[in-house]
């Protein structure tokens, strides 16, 4: 399977080798026409605000809504969450505007507040995950269609909605490939 990573700014190479890591194909997205050819997309954690306005500038935003609204599986992870909302707190900006969530930006505090934990997600996994919480947001609320995948200190940080799936914090981060195997689980229609 070729498994795209939105290519403009953030925590693409370490996707990139995750998804190789498990025998997939990575293809970096950075065009429109790339769209087309691939089976599922990972936005990246980075800058959300950033992202959103390359996604404009490039054309791709409306091309990428549609293809995810059409069925293409998306995982969000961190600022990618961010651009998924539907709605963010205390925010007017909305990106792609797609998955029925309400994230609050920066929820934990500043980059000083980052931390990580380990946390046993049954669906993604029988053994716990580490976590690696940077500048994370986390839901806020979550539409009647999502599920809840994890929450830690009582705050929902994993969502899935149909083909879309989003997390506060970041796999790629870790030596852990559980969430890699999740989202290709995904792709393939399992």
């Known amino acids: 399977m070729k498994i795209g990573i939105?290519?403009?700014q953030g925590?693409?190479?370490?996707?990139?080798?995750?998804?190789?890591?498990l025998g997939q194909e990575a293809v970096v997205v950075r065009y429109t026409e790339q769209l087309g050819e691939i089976d599922g997309i990972i936005l990246p954690g980075g800058e959300s605000t950033t992202m959103g306005k390359l996604l404009n500038r490039t054309g791709m935003m409306k091309p990428l809504r549609e293809k995810i609204q059409q069925g293409l599986p998306v995982w969000g992870t961190c600022?990618?969450?961010?651009?998924?909302?539907?709605?963010?707190?205390?925010?007017?900006?909305v990106h792609l505007g797609i998955m029925d969530i309400k994230v609050r930006r920066n929820a934990y505090?500043?980059?000083?507040?980052?931390?990580?934990?380990?946390?046993?997600?049954?669906?993604?996994?029988?053994?716990?995950?580490?976590?690696?919480?940077?500048?994370?947001?986390?839901?806020?609320r979550t539409g009647e269609q999502v599920k809840v995948l994890c929450?830690?200190?009582?705050?929902?940080?994993?969502?899935?909605?149909?083909?879309?799936?989003?997390?506060?914090?970041?796999?790629?981060?870790?030596?852990?490939?559980?969430?890699?195997q999740y989202f290709i689980g995904m792709c393939s229609g399992k």
């Open 11 to 21: 925590a693409v190479i370490e996707h990139q080798r995750h998804i190789q890591q």
């Open 151 to 180: 929450e830690v200190e009582k705050h929902v940080v994993a969502a899935r909605e149909k083909n879309m799936l989003a997390t506060s914090f970041h796999p790629e981060l870790t030596g852990n490939t559980a969430f890699h």
């Open 109 to 140: 505090g500043t980059q000083i507040d980052s931390f990580d934990t380990q946390v046993k997600i049954p669906e993604v996994s029988d053994e716990q995950i580490p976590l690696v919480f940077i500048r994370a947001p986390y839901i806020v």
């Open 6 to 8: 939105l290519g403009f």
């Open 79 to 93: 600022a990618g969450m961010i651009l998924l909302a539907k709605e963010l707190d205390q925010d007017p900006a």
